[in-house]
């Protein structure tokens, strides 16, 4: 095994550790989903406004997410450590 | 690209979702690609063209005592749709901004489920959705520093200890809204690869519709509708709604 291979497979390893990060969005998100389907129960009225809010809220919690996955992305395809 | 792929096992299997060359150009001594994303970008932007042109014609020749057609119907229903999400979020300004959003919603939807149609979609290349971030950027800057002229820049400095806080945090607002929209288009198009990779040839024609259902239609939907949202918000926490 050469190093080169050494560091592809460590590359790899390590994208799958960067996709723990789609852990905590996880949680925000059904969070979010919880208290927007509690608060239309509630309030069945406001229906669209608690969709578009908790959408909207959603969208900001995944971002972490969506670093982790960019970070996945850069080392099995973009190979910053050759 | 391609070697990395073969290298991880991944052409091998059929997984297929790179960003491929397809024509090579020298340009003033630089050679630069043509590739896939420009294809579905003069795709999209040629059908949103047509479209445009169409209902042009036809809105022009319409009567308004007369029934309206069919596609008159749904171009108003969703005109309407787009102006009351507008006016739900920008209130007072949203006459000044309608036209902008719009476009840039139609854009981005067109963009995100192009992945129906075989093409690979453009707004899974970061250089896309990143121009799409600084547009945005200088439109809230440019409606910031019209609205509140000096203020715009002596309001960073407001608790003095927290300036370097401020500044970081306005130029990461495009950096974060590029990323949201790449990085979701871009998931979807690498787990719709994947799968295609995955099943067996036969397999291929009728079970990914499901996903694709997801992955391109709800996922882009959202994704357009977030990032008009936010772009909104954004400009709107510049200039004020009252």
Same mark, same amino acid.
């Given at each position: 095994?050469? /190093? @080169?291979?050494?560091?592809? %497979?460590?590359? +790899?390893?390590?994208? !799958?550790?960067?996709?723990? $990060?789609?852990?905590?969005?996880?949680? /925000? @998100?059904?969070?979010?989903? %919880?208290?927007? +389907?509690?608060?239309? !129960?509630?309030?069945?009225? $406001?229906?669209?406004?608690?969709?578009?809010?908790?959408?909207?809220?959603?969208?900001?919690?995944?971002?972490?997410?969506?670093?982790?996955?960019?970070?996945?992305?850069?080392?099995?395809?973009?190979?910053?450590?050759? | 690209?391609?070697?990395?792929?073969?290298?991880?096992?991944?052409?091998?299997?059929?997984?297929?979702?790179?960003?491929?060359?397809?024509?090579?150009?020298?340009?003033?001594?630089?050679?630069?690609?043509?590739?896939?994303?420009?294809?579905?970008?003069?795709?999209?932007?040629?059908?949103?063209?047509?479209?445009?042109?169409?209902?042009?014609?036809?809105?022009?020749?319409?009567?308004?005592?007369?029934?309206?057609?069919?596609?008159?119907?749904?171009?108003?229903?969703?005109?309407?749709?787009?102006?009351?999400?507008?006016?739900?979020?920008?209130?007072?300004?949203?006459?000044?901004?309608?036209?902008?959003?719009?476009?840039?919603?139609?854009?981005?939807?067109?963009?995100?489920?192009?992945?129906?149609?075989?093409?690979?979609?453009?707004?899974?290349?970061?250089?896309?959705?990143?121009?799409?971030?600084?547009?945005?950027?200088?439109?809230?800057?440019?409606?910031?520093?019209?609205?509140?002229?000096?203020?715009?820049?002596?309001?960073?400095?407001?608790?003095?200890?927290?300036?370097?806080?401020?500044?970081?945090?306005?130029?990461?607002?495009?950096?974060?809204?590029?990323?949201?929209?790449?990085?979701?288009?871009?998931?979807?198009?690498?787990?719709?690869?994947?799968?295609?990779?995955?099943?067996?040839?036969?397999?291929?024609?009728?079970?990914?519709?499901?996903?694709?259902?997801?992955?391109?239609?709800?996922?882009?939907?959202?994704?357009?509708?977030?990032?008009?949202?936010?772009?909104?918000?954004?400009?709107?926490?510049?200039?004020?709604?009252?």
């Amino acid at each position: 095994m050469s /190093g @080169q291979d050494f560091i592809y %497979g460590m590359s +790899a390893v390590g994208a !799958g550790l960067a996709m723990i $990060a789609g852990l905590g969005p996880g949680i /925000g @998100q059904g969070i979010a989903a %919880g208290h927007a +389907a509690a608060a239309v !129960g509630r309030n069945p009225g $406001a229906k669209s406004d608690v969709t578009s809010t908790m959408l909207l809220g959603q969208a900001v919690a995944e971002t972490t997410g969506l670093y982790g996955f960019a970070v996945a992305i850069i080392l099995m395809f973009v190979k910053p450590f050759n | 690209m391609q070697t990395d792929l073969v290298r991880l096992g991944l052409l091998d299997s059929g997984a297929d979702f790179s960003i491929k060359y397809l024509h090579e150009v020298n340009l003033f001594g630089q050679t630069v690609y043509l590739t896939t994303t420009h294809v579905g970008l003069l795709v999209v932007t040629l059908v949103l063209v047509i479209l445009a042109i169409i209902v042009n014609k036809k809105i022009a020749k319409s009567k308004p005592e007369d029934t309206p057609g069919m596609l008159v119907n749904v171009i108003e229903m969703a005109i309407e749709m787009l102006d009351n999400m507008v006016k739900g979020t920008m209130g007072i300004n949203a006459r000044r901004f309608r036209n902008w959003i719009s476009t840039i919603f139609m854009f981005v939807l067109l963009c995100n489920i192009s992945g129906l149609f075989g093409l690979r979609p453009p707004t899974a290349d970061y250089g896309i959705t990143f121009a799409l971030g600084v547009i945005t950027f200088c439109i809230i800057h440019y409606n910031g520093i019209k609205a509140n002229r000096t203020g715009h820049f002596t309001s960073l400095f407001k608790p003095v200890l927290l300036s370097p806080i401020n500044i970081i945090g306005e130029f990461a607002v495009p950096l974060s809204l590029s990323l949201r929209l790449f990085g979701n288009v871009m998931s979807g198009t690498v787990m719709m690869g994947l799968i295609y990779g995955l099943l067996p040839p036969p397999i291929t024609t009728g079970i990914p519709s499901v996903l694709h259902v997801y992955f391109d239609l709800f996922s882009g939907c959202i994704q357009a509708y977030v990032f008009c949202m936010l772009s909104m918000v954004y400009i709107s926490d510049k200039i004020g709604t009252e």
